[in-house]
Nanobody, 123 residues
């Protein structure tokens, strides 16, 4: 059973940066596509990014293109989300999730979810 744990969230000023980590246990992450999903207060879940098993051509939602970068380190069983030029609108709980095989982007057909990490962008 794949288990996912997010870390790296926190409070940051507008224009700042954070790097989120999603570390897996219970199984190797090599055969799974991994996505980042966020949920802002009072809103539904929004897909932020997804990276496939080969790391080629990851997907991003339009509002984060050019600011966020997803990457993976299979040796460390970890996927990262580097977030730069953060804006107050990026404030949300960020979840990582995994599905076997390719990203079902923009759908979110993930089989495994982490518990989420809070990101707050505020001055």
């Amino acid at each position: 059973q794949l288990q996912l744990v997010e870390s790296g969230g926190g409070l940051v000023q507008p224009g700042g940066s954070l790097r989120l980590s999603c570390t897996a246990s219970g199984s190797r992450l090599n055969n799974y596509a991994v996505g980042w999903i966020r949920q802002a207060p009072g809103k539904g879940r929004e897909g932020v990014s997804c990276i496939g098993t080969s790391s080629s051509s990851p997907d991003y939602t339009d509002s984060v293109k050019g600011r966020f970068t997803i990457s993976r380190d299979n040796a460390k069983n970890t996927v990262y989300l580097q977030m730069n030029s953060l804006e107050p609108e990026d404030t949300a709980v960020y979840f990582c999730a995994a599905e076997f095989g390719a990203c079902s982007w923009p759908l979110m057909r993930y089989d495994y979810w982490g518990q989420g990490t809070q990101v707050t962008v505020s001055s």
